[in-house]
C-alpha cells in the first residue's frame, strides 16, 4: 500500500493548489489593502478615472480575460505558462469575486456579505480540488473521513454564518462608516 504523505500530487493537484494560495492571499492583501485606505493609514491607492471609482473587480476581470486568450490562443501551453497562468487566474478570481456583492448591487457597500460568502465557497471548491485525494486511491475509511470532515465542513459554515450575523450587527456600522469617511 502507498502510503499518502508520499505519494506525489498530479500536476492539475499543483496548479490547483497554486490558484488556491494566490486567490487567498490576494483575498486577504485586497481587504487589508482597502481597510488601510479607508481609515487612512495608508494613501489613497484606488483608481479614480473622471471622478469614477474602478473598483478592483474590474482588474480581476481584465486578468481573468488575459488568461482565458493565454490558454484559448496557445495551442500547446508549456507548463511554466499554466502555472503562471494559475497564479494569474486565482489573483484575478480573488480580485473580482472580493466585491462579488457589487455585481448585484452596484453602488452598494464594499462589506457586502455576498462578497464575503462567496470568497468562503471558492476557497472551498479550490481547497476540494487541490487537496482531496484521487478517487482511485479512496478506500472506504476515507469515505467516512470526506463524510465526516463534509459534515465538520457544513457545520463550520452554518456557525460562521449566523456568527457573521453577530459581527456584522456589532462591526457592520464602524465598517460604513469607515467606508464613507474613506476617499472616494
Known sequence: MI??????PTPMRRLARRVFL???LTFITARVLVILIMTRRIPDLFLH???THVHHLNYGIFILSAVGALLV???QPSDKLRKFCALL???GMALT???FGMWFH???SYWQRGSFDAVIV???????IAFLPKWERLRSGHFVTIVFTAAAVILFYLLLFSSAKEIGARFGPRLQDIEEAGPQ
Not at 471558492?122 to 476540494?128: A, D, I
Open 122 to 128: 471558492l476557497l472551498s471548491v479550490f481547497g476540494w
Open 89 to 91: 487566474y486565482g489573483f
Open 106 to 108: 452596484l453602488g452598494g
Open 97 to 99: 469575486f472580493d466585491e
Open 3 to 8: 502510503d499518502s504523505a508520499t505519494v506525489t
Open 49 to 51: 478615472e473622471h471622478g
Open 73 to 75: 490562443f496557445d495551442t
Open 22 to 24: 494566490a486567490f487567498l
